[in-house]
């Protein structure tokens, strides 16, 4: 007689003879993955809300804004060359919570608080996958240069939270997000000017979004589920965007109003225009080069120059130190996402344009032994030449080499990065928002690299989960492994991103580039 052991264990090789799924044997690493990543955003958080109100005087340029939004609530003049919404934000925050250095340093640590969650869903957007939203909101959390300019009276970390949230509304559907992201990019734009770039991105989808509607657009989209999603979506998102231009300048010119306003000023949209022109004209002239820190756009990988925007003894001999050097691991990963992604543009452009051959032809390779691979490569031929062949075989068998890839997996849609359009939108919106400073000669630091970083950290937590979710369990291995290692050097270098109390070895140990 058979007993219900005997019959299930049966029952279990009989399924797995005829080819069920059985469990992923990596399944178990993904919970740690996703653990340290909600620690790391914990972390983030901790880091930049800690003893915000330190120190209770002004550092860096934290006077060109705080002295303003003061101007602001007493009547006078804005005499900074930015437009007035953060500063605005900064007087709001002092009026309900008093005077205090501490209530101006609350909107940029809302706003990189809210950046977190932006960057968290705009790659869960992008990538379809829950682990490339943690990834992202986690990298975002845990690096010291968003930490920083989330703990200072300064523009860029709003500037780069409005611009995630911007980005994010570009990937939603329906015709309410497209307008609502006018409205963002108007308020990004009155905080500052080089959110102008944003206008690449909204233009691109806008583009894209025409083409998908066409027959070759159908055929090159298809199966993309970022832009594919538009092939069912109604035409009246097509024309929401024109309008959603309109809100754009329609919010940014109203801004404008009201800080003109508040100050005494003819607030109407001529005087919003000349003060727009008055500023860009003065923009336009910072092309000296004569501050210390300044450095050019090619030295931000380094980084070169990272800003020292507080430093002072306290008691002990203790340091307490704010710098805007960010997490090292994260920093240079995010050169090799780029290059990555790069890749990946340039080999899916190759394999679309394959796809609209009329003719295919079928390769199987054996890269390892007791492995096999059949690949389906269009072709404009039906006979493969023998150096495509190698050409092919040399190009798909080192993934499989290294293990990354299991042997049958899709390389077009698993290898190079799925979806490919979305995080070549990306690539683009951050090439977009460095434009400014590589085709001028405009002085820049390395804080105008920041919404630049912020987009490519977003694109590397995709390429990350891509590997998780297609790959072997030796790659999910190495994701968990890299994870600690961001976690170790974030904690490594928190004391200098959040001003605790250091002593002047441990200082040196971890400034090693200042």
Request: aromatic share 12%.
């Amino acid at each position: 007689m058979e007993t219900p052991n005997m019959s299930s264990k049966a029952s279990a090789e009989k399924n797995a003879s005829i080819g069920e799924p059985k469990t992923p044997p990596s399944a178990p690493l993904l919970a740690p993955l996703f653990l340290l990543s909600l620690a790391l955003i914990a972390l983030g958080l901790f880091l930049r809300w800690i003893d915000l109100g330190f120190p209770s005087k002004l550092t860096w340029d934290e006077h060109h804004f705080v002295e303003n939004a003061r101007n602001y609530l007493a009547g006078k003049p804005d005499w900074n060359d930015h437009p007035p919404l953060g500063k605005l934000f900064m007087s709001l925050s002092s009026y309900f919570l008093g005077d205090e250095l501490f209530s101006h340093r609350v909107p940029p640590a809302i706003f990189g608080s809210a950046s977190i969650v932006f960057a968290g869903l705009l790659a869960r957007n992008v990538f379809q996958t829950t682990l490339s939203g943690l990834l992202a909101a986690a990298f975002i959390a845990s690096d010291g240069f968003l930490i920083v300019y989330s703990r200072t009276a300064l523009l860029d970390g709003m500037l780069t939270s409005s611009s995630l949230l911007a980005l994010l509304l570009m990937t939603m559907r329906g015709a309410k997000p497209i307008l609502f992201t006018g409205v963002v990019l108007g308020a990004a734009l009155s905080i500052k000017f080089s959110a102008l770039t944003l206008l690449g991105p909204f233009v691109a989808i806008f583009i894209l979004r025409i083409l998908v509607k066409t027959a070759w657009g159908r055929v090159f989209f298809a199966g993309d589920t970022l832009f594919g999603r538009a092939l069912t979506a109604p035409k009246i998102e097509i024309f929401s965007y024109p309008l959603a231009i309109a809100l754009a300048l329609l919010t940014y010119f109203s801004i404008w109003s009201v800080g003109l306003s508040l100050t005494g000023q003819e607030a109407t949209f001529s005087s919003g225009l000349k003060n727009t022109a008055r500023l860009m004209a003065h923009h336009a002239t910072l092309t000296e080069w004569k501050h210390s820190l300044l450095s050019h756009w090619w030295t931000w990988a380094l980084p070169e120059k990272p800003i020292m925007i507080r430093r002072e003894i306290v008691s002990g001999g203790m340091w307490r130190v704010l710098t805007t050097m960010g997490n090292p691991l994260l920093w240079w990963s995010v050169l090799l996402g780029l290059v990555i992604s790069l890749f990946s543009i340039a080999s899916h452009l190759r394999l679309k344009r394959r796809e609209q051959a009329p003719h295919q032809a079928t390769i199987t390779l054996v890269p390892k032994v007791g492995t096999s691979c059949r690949v389906l490569v269009p072709m404009r031929q039906k006979v493969v030449p023998r150096a495509n062949r190698e050409a092919i075989a040399g190009f798909i068998r080192p993934p499989l080499q290294l293990g990354l890839v299991k042997p049958g997996t899709d390389f077009r849609h698993e290898v190079l990065g799925s979806p490919w359009l979305g995080n070549s939108w990306l690539v683009l919106a951050a090439i977009a928002y460095l434009s400014p400073w590589v085709v001028t000669n405009r002085d820049s630091y390395i804080y105008h690299y920041l919404p630049v970083y912020a987009i490519l950290l977003v694109s590397w937590a995709g390429i990350l989960s891509t590997f998780v979710k297609g790959s072997k369990e030796i790659s999910k291995t190495g994701v968990l492994a890299y994870l600690c290692l961001v976690a170790v050097v974030s904690s490594f270098y928190a004391p200098v991103w959040a001003q605790l109390p250091i002593s002047e070895q441990a200082l040196k140990w971890r400034l090693f580039i200042q």
